[in-house]
């Protein structure tokens, strides 16, 4: 007796799959507070980037699909970098492109390999419980918070 499987063609799954995929994560509500969080950001002088393991599309997806094409500065997903958290590849091409040095930077993460390559790249790291539907180990962040809006901004420096 032998089992009789579909046959497949690899590339349009795969295919179909991203296109799955990007309709799931543009329905996918945000996290509280994080537009109140992004737009006391802008208003306060800090340039905002995006730096994500998704790639272009489904970056542009969550962007438009939430309002935010004129809040971030920056949009930098796995099709710029080659290596993948926790290096600091991601963090470092964004301050070079945000023209910061990596100290100045602020890294707000939900994710052990995202805090940690925030470390790596020397970039003062918050860590965010929330939204994570798996306990992560942010313990490499500087400062730990439960939701978004426990993080408190001062103005961005030279903004005075």
Known sequence: LTAKYPSIESEPFIE?????????????DKLPGVD???HDAKSRGYLLAIVTAS???????????????NIFDLVLT????????????????????LRVEPKECI????SKNGAQAG?????????????NK??????????????LSDIKLEEAAGND
């Open 55 to 69: 790639n272009d599309s489904q970056a542009q997806a969550v962007v438009k699909k939430h309002g935010w094409e």
């Open 107 to 110: 890294v707000v993460e939900d």
């Open 134 to 147: 798996h306990a992560q180990d942010l313990s490499t962040a500087n400062q730990l918070v439960e939701r």
């Open 36 to 38: 109140e969080l992004l």
């Open 78 to 97: 796995q099709d710029s970098f080659k290596t993948k958290k926790p290096s600091p590849a991601c963090y470092l091409m964004a301050a070079e492109r």
């Open 16 to 28: 179909q799959f991203f296109i799955n995929y990007e309709s799931a994560i543009t329905v996918a």
């Open 119 to 131: 470390k790596n790249a020397g970039m003062y790291v918050i860590g965010v419980r929330a939204g």
